[in-house]
C-alpha cells in the first residue's frame, strides 16, 4: 500500500478547488488592475532588458511597484522580474513603464561581449604567461 500523496497549495487558494494548470489564470481581473488599461505608450523593453532601481519605494507606490523597485536594487533582466513576481511579461512591462517616466528605475541594454577577443590583449596574456 502506498501513502497518499500530499498536494501542495498555495497561501489563500480555497481547499475545494483543484489547482490552476500551467498557463491557466484564476482571476484574470488582478491582471488588468495591476496593469491598468495599458492603452498608452510602452517602453521600448524586452526580455534581456537590465533594470536596476534608482530610489528606494515611494509611500504612493503599488505593492507590485513597491516588489519591483526592491528587487532591482541590483541589475535583473525582464525576464527574471517577471518569473520573481509570478507576473506575465506584459503586466511587467506596464509596470516598468510607469516606473521608467517617474524615473525611479533605469533600463539598459545587457553588455554584448566581442565574438572574437582583441589581439593585443591576447598577445599580451601570453607574453605574460611565458614570463612565468
Same mark, same amino acid.
Given at each position: 500500500m502506498t501513502p497518499p500523496q500530499r498536494q501542495r497549495r498555495s497561501p489563500? /487558494?480555497?481547499?475545494?478547488r483543484a489547482p490552476a494548470k500551467e498557463g491557466e489564470l484564476r482571476n484574470p481581473e488582478r491582471l488588468f488592475v495591476i496593469g491598468g488599461e495599458g492603452g498608452g505608450e510602452r517602453a521600448d523593453i524586452?526580455?534581456?532588458?537590465l533594470i536596476v532601481a534608482r530610489?528606494? &519605494?515611494?509611500? #504612493?507606490?503599488?505593492?507590485e511597484q513597491a516588489a519591483l523597485l526592491r *528587487?532591482? /536594487?541590483? &541589475?535583473?533582466?525582464?525576464?527574471?522580474? #517577471?518569473?520573481? *513576481? #509570478?507576473l506575465p511579461f506584459s503586466v511587467v512591462t506596464v509596470l516598468l513603464t510607469d516606473?521608467?517616466?517617474?524615473? *525611479? %528605475? =533605469?533600463a539598459r541594454a545587457p553588455i554584448v561581449r =566581442?565574438? %572574437?577577443a582583441d589581439r593585443n590583449l591576447l598577445?599580451?596574456?601570453m607574453h605574460g604567461l611565458q614570463k612565468l
Open positions: 489563500g /487558494a480555497a481547499p475545494d524586452d526580455l534581456v532588458t530610489a528606494d &519605494p515611494p509611500v #504612493s507606490a503599488t505593492p *528587487l532591482c /536594487a541590483a &541589475p535583473l533582466s525582464t525576464a527574471e522580474l #517577471s518569473a520573481y *513576481l #509570478s516606473l521608467l517616466a517617474k524615473e *525611479l %528605475v =533605469q =566581442q565574438k %572574437v598577445e599580451a596574456v
